[in-house]
């Protein structure tokens, strides 16, 4: 069962320690919202992580600046869509621990009254829910407990459907998420499910690890986790292209994380950012 918090005001979050949630933590094994955590200077990792963490460092020495132009990039990606495109309310899968601004920040800072459900599998992500329920008065911020893999769980939870009104747009982002999932898991498929219950005027925004730039540091960093019995899934950019299968690229098209629509914050050279990225518009 999915577990779910809400907060329809910034002070009113029903907080993570509700006895229907119990966060159990492994510290034993690397997990991937705690590593990425390290390489983004957070406090909220273990040693297993740290070491999952420098092991793949080691392999790409960039590894940290892109975790940084993944954040950078869901900020303007979060802009475009509020201020250019009008959307009010996002469905973000894979959230990660908190690290302002996080995608409700941005949005709401723009449109108050913007609505954002997050969704994680991580138990340390849901112990931090509170912090990802600080929304303005006139917003609405939700957290959903589950997993990608079982989309129908996300789409008829009951903190979904109270939060978004699934008749009108929605922007869907599924941030360095995707990789974690291995072929056999059927990725697409469940993200399919998630687009079809989308209407028209909706977007999908993904990025995703590639091999396609640098094969032989990404090769070993997947060699890294492997060892450390994690899945990781790099995809070439035709593999990333049919995500979007059926929805319309919007400009620059599908490009590295920090050649979409960059501005004066990007540091990072495109093509030592081993990221696709794109967002796309349903039809
Ligand atoms: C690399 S982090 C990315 C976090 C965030 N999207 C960002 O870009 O900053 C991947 C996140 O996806 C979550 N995750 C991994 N597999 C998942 C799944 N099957 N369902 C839901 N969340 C998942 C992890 O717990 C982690 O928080």
Redesign the pocket.
Known sequence: MPHSVRSPVSDNAVPSSSPEVVPVVDDKFP???RI?DWWLGGKDNFAADRAMGAAMLEAIPNLREM?ME??RF?HRVTRHLVLQAGIRQFL??????P?RPNLHDVAQALAPETRVVY????PL?LAHARALMMSTPQGRTAYIH????RPEAILTDTTLTDTLDLNQPVAL?V???LM??GDDEDPAGKLRTLMQALPSGSYLTI?HPTQDFDPEAVGAAVAAATRGGMTLVPRSRSEVERFFDGWELIEPGLVPVTAWRPDSTNTTEPHTAYYWSGVARKP
């Open positions: 997990h991937s919202a990425y975790a993944n954040r869901v973000d899968i894979g959230t990660g621990i690290t969704v994680d599998n991580d992500v589950a997993d990608l893999r982002a941030i360095a998420v974690l999932l990025t």
